[in-house]
Structures are given as structure tokens and as C-alpha cells.
């Protein structure tokens, strides 16, 4: 299971790679809401394992509102760089 | 790696590379989306070592609130507001819609494009606000309601139509930063353009 949990992590550091490459704002939006699900799949991997219900809690709430914000985020986005 | 900590390990070494990612950034709207990966990683951390309410507040209110926030007080102080004429703004308006081929022929048009290209390098927009005539657009300038105004030299504005390859625009900063910034890279710019700096001493009431 530790392999398991490396090789997640593994993944996480190719959208962070990204993040930081590219200098397209979108880019960095994408790469910001991959590690956001990427995170919470992580966590709920981890809940599992432990059986704590608690943390599996809070990896829901991220993975449902997370993304929802980052819509929002998205939204102030556009106005600024369409106007330029 | 068969350590049961190693992981634990690996997830924290994660917190301090995405905060050096955050730290390295220069310009404020990619800083914010990177705060955000920092955010992430933030609640993973927390949520593994078991503050499920330190995760959640993290998320909530850390990550989604504060940079939604940033965001909408950086766009609206990263801002160059400019004063122009009722007849230029609607120039401006069709010129989006259109080809650039009319940017060249139009010498407003290219100003303004000369401009959004050297405050592109500073990370400012350009906002156009349009004015009915030359009164209310130095009045505006006096009132502080517009950093700079843009207008054509000569009054007569009947004449634009004659002399429209001839116009001569003059542009006078009220911000003296904006004024440097603007006369520094004044190479591109075509030559029949001049700046004028005025120092406002008015007292406020």
C-alpha cells in the first residue's frame, strides 16, 4: 500500500511541474485543479486506510466545493484577460 | 520505502517546494493560481495528520475566499485609467471587432495599442473612459477620477475628418510613475505624440 501511496504522490509533482513551466494563465488554472482533485483523492486513499471518517469527510467537502471555487476563480479570470 | 513514514514524509517535503513555487512568482495574477496549489497541498498535509478542522478551514476559507478576494482587489488596482474622447472610444470599440489593418491607419488606435503593449511589461491594464468634450475630460483629471487623459491637440474637431492622418494627440499623466514608465520605452511610439507632466499641489478638503 506504501507504493501505492508514493506512486500517487508521484503523480501529484507532474501537474506541479506544469504549474510552474507554463506561463499561460489557463495552464496554471488546469494544473491548480488537478493537484486540488488529485489532493482529495489523496486523502480519501488515506482515510481508507486508516479508517478514519473524519478526514474522509473533509477529502468529500474538498473534492465537491474545491472545484466549484476554482469556477468561480475562473470566472474573474476571464474578465480580466479579455479586456486586455 | 517500506518505512510506513516514508510517505508521510515525501507529502510534507511537498509544502515547502510549492511554497519556493509561490515565493519565485513575479506576475500577481499567476502568484494567486499558484497560492492556490499551495492551499491544496496545505489541506492534504493537515488532513493527514489528523486536523480534519484545520484541513477544512484551510480549503474554505485559506484557499477559496482569500484568493478569490486577491484576485478581485488585484484587478482593480492593477489598473491604468484613461480619459479619451467620445469619438476616439467609439474608434476603440469597432477597431476590437475589425482587423488590425485599421489599427495602422488610425493613429488613436495605435497609441493605444503602444500603450497596452508597455504596461503589458508592468502587469497593468488599460481602462478607456470616455469623455464628451475637452472640458469635462481635464475636469475629470483635475478630479482624480482618470490617471491620464488622451485628446487630440487641435479644438476644432470638425476638421478631424480632413486632417485625420495629421492629428496630433497630446497625453498628460497625472501619476508621475505612469509618467516614467510611459516616456521611458517612448521609442515605438510615433513621433507626433507628446507628454506633459502636471504635478497637482491642490490642497484637499
Redesign the interface.
Known sequence: M??I??IM?LT??IP?YQ??KD?D?WQ??L??AS??SK?AI??LF??VLRD?W??A???V??LT??NA??M??AQ??K??TT?? | ??N?D??LY??TA?LP??AF?LVIQVNP??AL??R??LG??A??VY??L?A?DV??TE??MG??LA??LY??AV?SSLVMKLGVLETDFQKETQASISTEEKEKKDLFLLIISNF?KII?KYYL???LLSYKDINNLEKALQEKEVHGICFPINNNIKNNENLDNKNLYETIFRIERLYEIISQENSNVETNLSYVNIKQNKEEN
Open positions: 506504501n507504493i501511496l508514493v504522490i501529484l509533482l506541479i504549474g510552474w506561463e494563465i496554471k488554472m494544473a491548480v493537484i486540488s489532493t489523496l486523502i488515506i482515510s478514519d473524519m478526514i469527510i473533509v477529502g467537502i474538498i466545493v474545491g471555487g476554482f468561480l476563480l474573474v479570470i474578465r480580466v479586456e486586455n | 520505502m517500506n510506513p516514508f510517505s515525501l507529502i511537498l517546494l510549492s513555487l495574477f499567476h493560481v499558484i492556490g496549489i491544496a497541498i489541506t492534504l488532513a493527514i489528523g480534519g484541513a477544512l480549503a474554505l484557499t477559496l484568493i478569490t484576485v478581485i484587478r497596452k503589458r491594464r488599460l481602462e
